[in-house]
């Protein structure tokens, strides 16, 4: 499936996308939930948008132990943060994109405090016009309302844009707000509704990658 012309603005995902840290972030989900609640499956987890603090309250069945949650996360990514490590091959792609002038942004549910202290460690942070974080508006993923921010920040049209992302709240949201969606679905089973909504879903990051490439270099 060819797009209309070529791909001149890519938004990624930060988690799952350009960060091998999903694993990590679960481990880091369920040990600040173990005390008071069951932890998330990998597929539930595909479902949630937004930063901790917005979303432990559905997951704990309300506000009472969300102080100590977050506690509990704060002091497990604070000895553990420093083993995410970027996907292979992710500097590489993101170099080509920027000698082709393509535009690049990030759209995450991560907090912006660690999100740019990630970015900066591993040298990526110079690459991307525009960073959204799950705490700079008062709405998250699925809701489009930082995608469109993204969009008018870089004077970006829909139809040129690609997003890329491997949770169904980013097939959502890039659907709610008219751009195009890759899916990386890292081998779990997704729901037919949300693979209808998404415009290619992938396997694996490197298959991303590489599709979103072509997409750039595609002229017609």
Same mark, same amino acid.
């Given at each position: 499936m060819?797009?209309?012309?070529?791909t001149? /603005?890519?938004?990624?995902d930060?988690?799952g996308?350009?960060?091998d840290?999903?694993?990590?972030v679960?481990r880091?989900?369920?040990h600040?939930?173990?005390p008071?609640?069951?932890?998330?499956?990998?597929?539930i987890f595909?479902?949630?948008?937004?930063?901790?603090?917005?979303i432990?309250?559905?997951?704990?069945?309300g506000?009472r132990h969300l102080?100590e949650a977050?506690?509990?996360?704060?002091?497990?990514n604070q000895d #553990?943060?420093?083993?995410i490590?970027?996907?292979?091959g992710?500097?590489?792609?993101?170099?080509?994109?920027?000698?082709r002038d393509?535009?690049?942004?990030? !759209?995450?549910?991560?907090?912006r405090?660690?999100?740019? !202290?990630?970015?900066?460690?591993h040298g $990526?942070?110079?690459?991307?016009?525009t960073? $959204?974080?799950g705490d700079?508006?008062?709405?998250?993923k699925?809701?489009p309302?930082g $995608?469109?921010?993204?969009?008018?920040r870089l #004077?970006?049209?829909t139809k040129?844009?690609?997003?890329v992302?491997d949770?169904?709240?980013?097939?959502?949201?890039?659907a709610a707000?008219?751009?195009?969606t890759?899916?990386? #679905?890292?081998a779990?089973e997704v729901?037919? /509704?949300? $693979?209808?909504k998404s !415009?290619?879903t992938?396997s694996s990051?490197?298959?991303?990658y590489e599709?979103?490439?072509?997409?750039?270099?595609?002229?017609?």
């Amino acid at each position: 499936m060819r797009r209309a012309g070529r791909t001149s /603005t890519v938004i990624f995902d930060l988690d799952g996308t350009l960060m091998d840290s999903l694993p990590l972030v679960l481990r880091a989900f369920s040990h600040a939930l173990e005390p008071f609640a069951p932890p998330p499956t990998m597929q539930i987890f595909a479902q949630l948008g937004g930063p901790p603090e917005r979303i432990f309250p559905g997951l704990l069945g309300g506000d009472r132990h969300l102080r100590e949650a977050m506690k509990r996360l704060q002091t497990f990514n604070q000895d #553990n943060h420093h083993l995410i490590e970027p996907f292979v091959g992710v500097g590489v792609v993101l170099e080509k994109l920027r000698l082709r002038d393509v535009s690049l942004a990030i !759209w995450t549910g991560r907090d912006r405090e660690s999100a740019e !202290w990630l970015l900066r460690r591993h040298g $990526l942070d110079v690459f991307f016009g525009t960073i $959204l974080c799950g705490d700079d508006l008062p709405s998250h993923k699925p809701d489009p309302a930082g $995608l469109k921010e993204i969009l008018l920040r870089l #004077n970006a049209d829909t139809k040129t844009s690609l997003l890329v992302g491997d949770a169904d709240v980013d097939v959502l949201g890039g659907a709610a707000g008219g751009v195009d969606t890759v899916l990386i #679905n890292h081998a779990r089973e997704v729901e037919k /509704t949300v $693979l209808a909504k998404s !415009w290619r879903t992938v396997s694996s990051p490197f298959e991303a990658y590489e599709l979103v490439l072509r997409c750039v270099e595609q002229t017609k």
